[in-house]
């Protein structure tokens, strides 16, 4: 998206809009050239306080395995990090992949960080099983893994309010009788799943619209209320970059770009370089491809350019929360973009249930 027609000023109704939506945070702990893995989690950390500090809802981390750009590998033990890190934020992830575990030890794990933090945990769960064959047998895991994911939730929901009946006498201590929010990360049929379990139904990328629409409309149209939620909950995530100008903002999304056209024609997802060394690359006919497609449709601007798109993306969807999943090179960047749009969403610090 561009400036068309130069500046705007936000009017009350896109305003009150964006005002009346909840703003959390995903950090995925990318790597950065000339930087390691140990680095990029402490990277997270810190940005967890600023989020925290703006007034985000939650911040949430991700779970990868043996990709040389990304250092979130273990989502629950960064999430305990972050956690004792701040004090009003909520922290979960985006999320534990529950083909990759038994539900057993997921629940465990879970029980232990609300138990150590109480009241601020979420259990954020996707259904993605290892990337490759390589990583997938390292995990003892296949591809038909994530088939039974529906049977996989409900035992770890059963795990934590205590009906599970597969195995007897056994118990996930200390997660029994506690409430931590679970969260389903989805696209398609997953939307499904998360209605017909009652569960919040996280949802991206924004760039894919309809696609994303007709998740969300499935998803609203099979819900069934369960003890875990009594309605509809709906997270839309994706890529927003605010700057003081249209370019900054774009030259924001350039580093990862560049990662996912490198990882698509190489096989390899690689750290995250400047900007400008992107720009001086002499790339191929499908490296090129590949990093412009990876340059649209997100969205970024200033504050006012994106609050149009934005008051749009949340009317469509009828969302009650926006995760913010941007990666960039620049720290710096980042938190301005950060604090760019908590300026924008009027978000102030404040603790709150789910």
């Not at 703006?54 to 250092?71: D, I, K, T």
């Not at 591809?143 to 996930?172: C, I, M, N, Y």
């Not at 970024?300 to 949340?314: F, K, M, S």
């Amino acid at each position: 998206m561009g400036n068309a027609g130069g500046p705007r000023t936000l009017n009350n109704d896109v305003s009150s809009v964006i005002a009346s939506t909840r703003f959390s945070v995903l950090d995925r702990s990318r790597i950065r050239a000339g930087h390691d893995g140990p680095q990029a989690l402490r990277d997270t950390v810190r940005l967890a306080e600023e989020a925290e500090t703006l007034g985000y809802h939650r911040f949430w981390v991700s779970e990868h395995h043996s990709v040389p750009g990304v250092a979130g590998s273990a989502p629950t033990v960064l999430a305990a990090a972050v956690a004792a890190a701040t004090s009003t934020i909520r922290v979960g992830t985006g999320g534990v992949m529950l083909p990759n575990h038994q539900p057993l030890l997921v629940a465990e794990q879970f029980g232990v960080l609300e138990s150590l933090f109480p009241g601020r945990i979420d259990m954020g769960l996707g259904r993605s099983v290892g990337f490759t064959d390589g990583i997938r047998r390292a995990l003892g895991r296949d591809k038909s893994a994530a088939e039974d994911f529906a049977g996989q939730l409900t035992e770890l929901l059963g795990w934590l309010d205590g009906t599970q009946r597969s195995h007897p006498q056994v118990h996930a201590l200390p997660a029994e009788g506690l409430r931590i929010p679970p969260f389903l990360l989805a696209t398609g049929e997953g939307a499904g799943i998360a209605a017909a379990a009652g569960l919040p139904l996280v949802v991206g990328d924004l760039r894919g619209r309809e696609k994303l629409l007709r998740a969300v409309e499935r998803y609203r149209r099979e819900f069934r209320p369960s003890s875990w939620a009594a309605e509809p909950y709906v997270v839309v995530a994706g890529t927003i970059a605010l700057a003081g100008s249209t370019e900054e903002a774009r030259r924001l999304l350039i580093p990862e770009a560049w990662s996912m056209a490198h990882s698509r024609t190489h096989g390899v997802f690689p750290p995250l370089v400047p900007a400008e060394q992107v720009e001086a690359r002499t790339m191929t006919e499908k490296e090129r491809r590949f990093y412009e497609s990876g340059l649209r449709g997100h969205l970024h601007g200033t504050e006012d350019e994106v609050a149009t798109e934005l008051e749009t993306v949340i009317k469509e969807t009828g969302a009650d929360e926006v995760l913010v999943t941007t990666s960039t090179y620049d720290c710096a960047a980042l938190v301005d973009s950060l604090r760019r749009l908590s300026r924008m969403a009027r978000l102030t610090p404040h603790r709150s249930g789910w």
